[in-house]
């Protein structure tokens, strides 16, 4: 989603409701009141032609007060899923959405409220009639409607945006889940991560989209993650051997443990002592720069992932795969072998002997 773009006097005629489905309002006088000593705080959302997104209860309440006019925050860009989430009531979208798909409104909507909070620190109060005199109104109790935003003094009441897009996405506080999904994805498609760490990412995601169970799946990858790093750190040879041992040792303490739980605490506890030992060891004289660093780490990234795959062809019975695998498998297993011959032909090409 885009910057948008903030309108203090939009009309309210030019706004259309059309296609909003909430139509029980509950009760508007305290949402009145506050907006009667308060202003409209929190502006409504609408797309560029007027296109009502976010704020019914919000525009019935300035009907009632008799406002012609109401300031809006129009999205440089909406994207299909926020406009359908804004449109229909969470018991009957947000019931339909993957948690991928969650994970996606909920970045749209986290970007929407911390925009609408850069709003609310420009400009806490609007002029009579739709943006009300506060300077002399006294203090919110800090009871009203969310929709009817605390004054500046109080601001640190107001929920995080990431909590309030959680809640407008699945009802609920569940930044730290969809947070966690988020991150999932981060690793997934991070070209500079570990291959098979992005492949645990990539099946973790697979699976939360059909289950939607994330905390185990996260801490697994986690887990993953870390035990890829010591063991770069165990087998870096530019390294102090007081790190390297380190690392070492606190990867066989993470696979000592069965359960995930216990090798994610593990795992957070082996970073923090990596950290303490690196600090606290004498830093070796500066060696001269891998001119080939690069061309290391991709061979080191290759082989590990052949390392987890290695003797496949032994663990698979290829008068099973010739007679069941259809003709997509089939090309795709050709294909694979095919050009892993291609590859090794031209590498042996390349290869100098010591």
Request: with cysteine.
């Amino acid at each position: 989603m885009g910057e948008g773009r903030f309108e203090p006097e939009f009309p309210i005629s030019r706004i259309n409701q059309d296609g909003v489905y909430r139509h029980d309002l509950g009760d508007l006088d305290p949402l009145c009141d506050s907006m009667t000593r308060l202003g409209l705080l929190t502006p409504v959302v609408v797309t560029n032609d007027g296109a009502l997104l976010c704020g019914k209860r919000r525009l019935a309440a300035a009907l009632c007060l008799g406002w012609q006019t109401v300031p809006v925050w129009i999205p440089a860009k909406v994207s299909d899923t926020l406009r359908i989430a804004a449109l229909f009531d969470d018991e009957t979208l947000h019931k339909s959405l993957t948690p991928i798909e969650q994970v996606e409104l909920y970045a749209e909507y986290e970007t929407l409220y911390a925009q609408q909070a850069k709003l609310r620190q420009q400009a806490t109060r609007f002029k009579h009639g739709n943006q009300a005199a506060a300077k002399d109104a006294g203090g919110d109790d800090g009871n009203g409607p969310v929709e009817s935003t605390e004054p500046f003094s109080a601001v640190e009441a107001v929920p995080s945006a990431r909590e309030q897009a959680a809640r407008a996405v699945t009802g609920s506080a569940s930044q730290t889940r969809l947070e966690q999904v988020r991150e999932l994805q981060r690793i997934a498609a991070d070209t500079g991560e570990n291959p098979w760490v992005r492949d645990d990412a990539g099946q973790a995601l697979a699976g939360i989209n059909l289950d939607g169970k994330v905390n185990g799946r996260w801490q697994h990858v986690k887990v993953q993650q870390q035990l890829a790093r010591l063991e770069d750190t165990a087998t870096d040879p530019d390294l102090p051997d007081p790190v390297r041992q380190a690392a070492a040792e606190a990867f066989t303490g993470i696979r000592a443990h069965d359960s995930i739980a216990d090798q994610y605490r593990e795992a957070r506890k082996a970073a923090q002592h990596i950290a303490h030992v690196k600090q606290d060891t004498p830093v070796r004289p500066a060696k001269p720069v891998d001119p080939h660093a690069a061309e290391h780490r991709q061979v080191r990234m290759l082989v590990d992932l052949l390392r987890r795959e290695h003797g496949w062809w032994d663990r698979n019975d290829p008068a099973v795969f010739g007679e069941y695998a259809d003709s997509d498998q089939w090309v795709l297993v050709e294909s694979y072998v095919e050009g892993a011959g291609r590859w090794l032909k031209s590498a042996r090409g390349s290869r100098t002997t010591g």
